[in-house]
């Protein structure tokens, strides 16, 4: 039964994922564009499909139109118009594989090595992704809104909860997957897009410094900690690396090729990006007008005339417009969702200029102490460099990059180091200082830790001490990442336990949700305190993130005595509460968003006791019933 299972979600991916590259590749003849090589055009494809997709769910959502008949009818429509564009990857596809199949013997021992090693990392990824979610940020709000999403049947308002208002590219896309299946679909999605990114990055890699380089590069990036564990999850980093890696790619080919349609090409994968995260437009649209901006100055040869700078500073202006125009145009559906949801384009950013429901002053000083680094200074930065590949979800490889110096630094070599500094230093000052933010940067980094492996030719001892120790850092972090799968995920990913043995061990609330979806009856609605991780709830809630307007503290802190808290609750139809005490101290401590006023905290006391009786207790979560 478990190897029907997933067989079944296997080919569904292959079902959306086959829409996807017909529909980008249709979308890729739009710009009159044709790569040289097939991995280059599937590799563009597969990102104009996923954020053509992932609009087009959004644009369903708004017409109501979240169900099964209609998002199967979509993808089948999608492959139907695009069957010529199918059937020309298919068939390119045949007769490439048996060419590629018979140059296999001559691969040289080390790039055989990094094949294997990195489908040993894939399979490994793949079994975690098969695993029920666990993480955090999964539950509360990048699955927890698609389903939310799913259930209704359409895409709605969330309030008291700012997550729900950000770009959401890729949950779009989980919620497709929450339609026609489950969540083990959108992990798996997430999974794919990480083997777009490797798919990408070898593109990249060979197309600009060679074979070996592209091949090593890939091996390097997916066998990072925070890459392939991420791999396991139903996360959106993933996507921000791939469409950041197709911006960089088009921009490489416009400064080679000066076609414009390549500037115009890298600002549809930009606002892909930014349709992803904010960060995306963060990392990606500096580094990117800049660039634009250098090579615009050298269109024109010597002249020097004043006519002739004013055409140059026009001709500046005119590229960086372009690529702006085309940043906008697949960005703006998340913009004017937040302009009809909540006033403000960019919510919860900018409120001192555009404000925001739901919002104020005081939550703006909350949000920015989480998300805007601090006490930044040149020996901190240094620091970072040192830290980042001897974290433990960094990789070690990236020690060799100082030695990219003793190497030859051609044109591409330097963009990309100029690309990398910029990212890294937004990511310094203006993000959290996590590596998984980072992992855009880390891409890039492992292009050059390969162009710096294979180029470095000072000394051949050294060469060779250089690729034993790459071999040995990237088989250990193989065998750690198959220790923590085969510890963690390896028995429910293939059935040896059950989906409700694994979250019973692993997530101490499933009982209470547990109880939730089959004791309760279907018109509850429950109040969550502290508890924000809603995935697995089947009923109505309500809840806040730790960063938004905390409901029950808002009501306590205006209601007069106990009757009137519980009538407020009522006109909220709230038929329960469920509270998780450990999650209240945690987030109170770390958040503040339990800040009581006036007596409130006792007011609220007094209402449990009053007002609610118990219907479940374990592991400091209760369940309260509206008495």
């Known amino acids: 039964m478990r190897f029907l299972y997933i067989l079944s979600q296997i080919i569904l991916l292959g079902f959306i994922f086959t829409a996807i590259l017909g529909l980008g590749k249709k979308v890729l003849y739009l710009f009159k564009l044709r790569a040289k090589s097939l991995l280059e055009e599937m590799s563009l494809s597969f990102g104009l499909g996923l954020g053509i997709l992932s609009i087009l769910v959004l644009l369903i959502g708004f017409a109501n139109g979240l169900n099964r ?3 199967y009818s979509v993808l089948l429509m999608l492959c139907i118009i695009s069957i010529r564009e199918i059937q020309y990857f298919f068939n390119r596809l045949k007769s490439g594989f048996s060419e590629r199949f018979s140059n296999l013997p001559y691969l040289s021992a080390f790039n055989k090595f990094l094949i294997l090693l990195t489908g040993a990392t894939i399979f490994l990824a793949f079994t975690g992704a098969l695993a029920p979610p666990l993480n955090y940020d999964t539950l509360s709000y990048h699955l927890a809104f698609p389903k939310l999403y799913a259930r209704a049947g359409r895409i709605f308002f969330i309030p008291h909860n700012m997550y729900s208002n950000l770009p959401f590219g890729v949950e779009m896309l989980f919620t497709l997957a929450l339609v026609i299946k489950d969540e083990i679909l ?18 990249l890699g060979r197309k600009y410094f060679g074979r070996n380089a592209g091949l090593l590069a890939a091996a390097i990036f997916y066998n990072m900690p925070a890459v392939c564990l991420t791999s396991t999850y139903a996360f959106n980093d993933l996507g921000l690396v791939l469409y950041g890696l197709l911006m960089l790619f088009c921009i490489l080919n416009w400064s080679s090729k000066n076609e414009v349609t390549w500037l115009m090409l890298a600002g549809v994968f930009c606002g892909f990006a930014a349709g992803v995260k904010y960060t995306g437009a963060l990392y990606f649209i500096p580094p990117a007008l ?17 006519l002739w700078l004013e055409g140059t500073k026009a001709q500046r202006v005119k590229s960086m417009l372009l690529f702006l125009s085309f940043v906008l145009l697949t960005f703006s559906p998340w913009l004017i969702k937040n302009l009809i949801y909540t006033q403000n384009p960019v919510y919860p950013l900018f409120y001192n200029i555009f404000g925001g429901i739901d919002w104020n002053e005081e939550l703006v000083q909350r949000f920015t102490r989480f998300h805007i680094s601090k006490d930044m200074n040149a020996l901190r930065i240094i620091s970072m460099l040192w830290k980042i590949p001897l974290d433990k979800h960094g990789s070690a490889v990236l020690l060799i990059l100082p030695l990219l110096f003793f190497t030859k630094l051609n044109k591409n ?17 203006f993000t959290h200082r996590i590596i998984r933010f980072l992992l855009p940067c880390l891409a890039v980094w492992s292009v050059l830790a390969a162009y710096t492996l ?12 250089l690729h034993i120790l790459v071999i040995g850092f990237l088989c250990w972090n193989t065998f750690k990442f198959a220790a923590t799968v085969g510890f963690n995920f390896f028995d429910v990913a293939y059935g040896k336990i059950t ?54 503290v808002e009501i306590s802190n205006t209601s007069e ?17 469920l509270y998780n005490a450990s999650e209240v101290k945690r987030v109170s401590s770390t958040y503040r968003s339990f800040n009581w006023k006036c007596g409130a905290e006792k007011r609220f006391n007094e209402f449990i006791t009053r007002f609610t009786t118990c219907l479940y207790s374990k592991k400091g979560v209760f369940l309260l019933k509206l008495i």
């Not at 800049?290 to 269109?299: D, G, L, M």
């Not at 109505?540 to 307007?549: A, F």
């Open 186 to 203: 959108a992990k798996l999605i997430h999974f794919s897009i990480g083997i777009l990114c490797v798919l990408t990055i070898f593109v």
């Open 290 to 306: 800049i660039f634009v901006y250098i090579k615009a100055q050298r269109h024109i040869v010597q002249r020097t005339t004043s």
């Open 499 to 552: 989906k409700e043995e694994f979250l019973s061990k692993n997530f101490y609330q499933y009982g209470a949700f547990k109880f939730i979806n089959e004791e309760l009856p279907d018109d509850s609605k429950i109040l969550f305190i502290g508890e924000n991780q809603g995935f697995y709830c089947d009923k109505d809630y309500v809840g806040s993130s730790p960063l938004d307007i905390n409901d029950i």
């Open 69 to 71: 008949f209609c998002l």
């Open 561 to 577: 005595n106990t009757r009137i808290i519980y009538d407020k609750l009522r006109d909220m139809d709230i038929t329960h509460i």
């Open 454 to 465: 294979i180029n470095f030719k000072k000394s051949k001892i050294i060469s060779i001490v």
């Open 413 to 429: 070599v330097k963009i990309l180091i100029s690309y990398t500094i910029l990212v890294f230093t937004l990511w310094i000052f």
